[in-house]
């Protein structure tokens, strides 16, 4: 009896723990908690309890170093229906979508979604990755001016480059470069110089370490246990004041700006965002400058010789910089080629039907924006880097997509200009 009893429970217990997820979302939550029960979730696989798929994700992701597979491998089983997947990634459930015209949906639908980070907590609540709607837009304002401005990006061609020239003059000297290496020693020391006036040095340094928690905290699971990343980026998210003297930084103009209506930041406001603005700038502006480098050590085309030879000045203005039209091409071909940012992330705000199928109010959308940059029905020959690609009358579907590179990060990349003129910069 007890053997029968066993053979019988043993195998549902199995079951009910592979399909829990999918079993208290679909069935549980779904069904008796929404007004609209009977609208199926979109298809696919929710994972184990309170891990989700995030070791299938990682498996793919850092272990295979082939992270398409895993909508690939979804694609197999469950077809390309909706454009878009179940899951539960990041503690979270989630919808990952993959094709041109869910991306689109959501972009457009933005009543529907809010822009959010996974443990925006560790960022800060008061950040551009944090806030929806008009504050949002408040922010995204002050922000925009105090990094896009003209009058910024002249601060920043000024600030950079001495320092940008200095390592290219140390690095011909030496016989081999660690590129990554070098180049985001070099960055992080420009943006601690004109994010806040530190110069290179030990509190830099610190600030770099703390940086680098912080990121990992914001990529990891969400456990708030000694011992783990997540736990480490909330105990590195502190605060410090600084002096009130007025310099030239993107702190102070962050601290003088004002809006429509005569308000300014809070100082809660400006730490946070400049935190974001950190996290997300300076890791990306990183890749993307290594990258765009090696691209051009590939398949090398000097643009910039007319411009040498009619400067006498070894500095060149913002303007001129951003005027380099090839360049600003092989910056939109680095970041669709190297996938820096390979997804984003909007969380539901209501309950949002899609093709007959419900993403349910308070899930985690992740737009797989990598994916739509490498395959053959966005981009001709996808994994050639071709900068030209990028002029108008090529007529590429990717090109004028809302998903391109071009469109999404000139829209959501508060220091699109600055990494573009850093790249630029490198390269001349």
């Known amino acids: 009896m007890w053997l029968a009893v066993v053979l019988g429970v043993v195998p549902l217990l199995v079951w009910l723990f592979w399909w829990w997820n999918d079993v208290w979302y679909g069935l549980v939550t779904e069904t008796l908690c929404s007004s ?18 995030m070791f299938t994700f990682l498996w793919y992701f850092k272990f295979l170093r082939r992270p398409d597979d895993y909508i690939n491998s979804k694609r197999s089983r469950y077809g390309d229906g909706i454009g878009m997947y179940r899951t539960h990634l990041f503690g979270r459930p989630s919808v990952i979508v993959f094709s041109p015209t869910a991306t689109k949906f959501i972009f457009r639908a933005e009543e529907s979604f809010k822009l959010e980070w996974p443990n925006v907590e560790i960022v800060g609540k008061t950040s551009l990755a944090a806030v929806h709607g008009k504050s949002h837009a408040r922010l995204r304002g002050f922000v925009s001016r105090s990094v896009n401005q ?4 002249s601060r920043i061609a000024a600030t950079v480059q001495p320092r940008i020239v200095s390592a290219l003059d140390s690095w011909a000297k030496r016989r081999t470069v660690t590129s990554y290496k070098e180049i985001k020693k070099v960055t992080f020391e420009n943006i601690g110089m004109f994010f806040a006036s530190i110069k290179p040095g030990p509190t830099l340094d610190t600030i770099n370490e703390y940086l680098a928690g912080l990121v990992s905290g914001i990529r990891s699971y969400p456990m708030n ?4 990343a997540y736990y480490h980026g909330l105990q590195l998210k502190k605060r410090k004041n600084r002096s009130s003297e007025s310099v030239n930084d993107l702190m102070d103009g962050l601290m003088r700006l004002k809006d429509e209506e005569g308000g300014q930041l809070s100082d809660m406001e400006i730490v946070d965002n400049i935190v974001s603005i950190l996290v997300g700038g300076y890791e990306s502006t990183t890749l993307a400058t290594t990258w765009a480098v090696y691209y051009l050590a590939k398949y090398p085309k000097d643009e910039n010789i007319s411009l040498k030879s009619s400067k006498k000045e070894q500095i060149v203005t913002s303007d001129e910089i951003l005027k380099m039209k090839y360049m600003t091409k092989v910056v939109d071909e680095t970041i669709r080629m190297a996938n820096i940012a390979p997804f984003v992330f909007r969380t539901t705000i209501k309950d949002v039907i899609y093709k007959g199928h419900k993403i349910p109010k308070g899930w985690k959308v992740i737009l797989w924006i990598r994916y739509l940059h490498t395959v053959p029905e966005n981009f001709n020959d996808p994994l050639c880097f071709n900068p030209d690609r990028w002029d108008v009358g090529i007529g590429e579907p990717g090109c004028k997509s809302e998903a391109s590179p071009k469109s999404q990060t ?18 001349d």
């Open 36 to 53: 609209e029960g009977g609208t199926d979730l979109p298809p696919g696989y929710m994972g184990l309890p309170v891990v989700g798929e």
């Open 150 to 153: 003209p009058e910024a990006l």
């Open 225 to 228: 246990i000694p011992g783990f």
């Open 410 to 427: 000139r829209r959501w990349c508060k220091n699109y200009h600055c990494e573009t003129l850093n790249c630029n910069t490198f390269s």
